[in-house]
């Protein structure tokens, strides 16, 4: 069972454009966290958001997490192929136990 | 550089065989982390050890066991290889394990089972 659903699992756009993941669950995290990971490497932290309705920005990057604390967005602004990637959310329960999604492959071409 | 080594990078054995994977935290981080990650199943989290104590426990199958030694290392071992455990690991370290302490990941490693 997926307690977390990432939505689109593969997006390929073009250098310029918009785009929106969303990460879904029917729980209630204490925070939910964003990791990037490239080819070749492990998940790097971008971000953590802790209440519920929060947002927080990372130079081109928007994130969200929803005001019940069971879902969560990331907006990227104006994509540059050096976003290409796989992005990960991930749940923490109270336990301080993490739950993944499956991942967002995002590929920019320029 | 997150500060987590994990060796080797690679590794390619047959089935049926035993293989140690080897982690070393970040420095002053007490708590060690395993996942596995593999195209269908994404990133599964297996076991966890906060100074040398096992803490938590995920997915990880009876084969497999790791442990972490006073120097604040961490071996996986995982035995009686099969073809389905071909997949990339990876090591996680934080400083304290709770759920307010992020988690840096090693590089992986890429088992190959044949």
């Known amino acids: 069972t997926q307690l977390l659903e990432q939505s689109p699992q593969f997006l390929s756009i073009q250098e310029g454009e918009n785009l929106t993941v969303y990460c879904n669950s029917s729980?209630?995290?204490?925070?939910l966290q964003w990791y990037r990971q490239e080819p070749g490497e492990g998940p790097v932290l971008l971000v953590t958001?802790?209440?519920?309705?929060e947002v927080k920005k990372l130079k081109r990057l928007t994130f969200q997490f929803g005001d019940a604390r069971k879902d969560s967005s990331l907006h990227i602004t104006a994509a540059q192929p050096g976003d290409t990637g796989l992005y990960l959310c991930a749940g923490v329960r109270n336990t301080g136990k993490l739950i993944f999604g499956q991942g967002t492959t995002l590929q920019v071409k320029p | 550089d997150s500060g987590v080594t994990q060796t080797p990078k690679h590794l390619i054995t047959a089935t049926g065989q035993r293989v140690t994977l080897r982690c070393s935290p970040r420095?002053?981080?007490?708590?060690v982390y395993w996942y596995q990650q593999s195209l269908d199943q994404g990133l599964q989290f297996l076991i966890q050890?906060?100074?040398?104590?096992?803490?938590a426990k995920g997915n990880i199958l009876e084969r497999f066991s790791a442990q972490q030694f006073p120097d604040l290392h961490s071996e996986l071992n995982l035995s009686s290889l099969e073809l389905g455990d071909s997949a990339l690991y990876f090591c996680?370290?934080?400083?304290?394990?709770?759920?307010?302490?992020?988690?840096?990941f090693g590089n992986g490693t890429r088992l190959t089972v044949t």
């Open positions: 420095s002053g981080d007490l708590s």
């Open positions: 050890y906060y100074n040398g104590e096992e803490r």
């Open positions: 729980s209630v995290f204490s925070s």
């Open positions: 996680a370290s934080s400083v304290e394990g709770g759920k307010n302490s992020p988690l840096h």
């Open positions: 958001v802790v209440t519920g309705g």
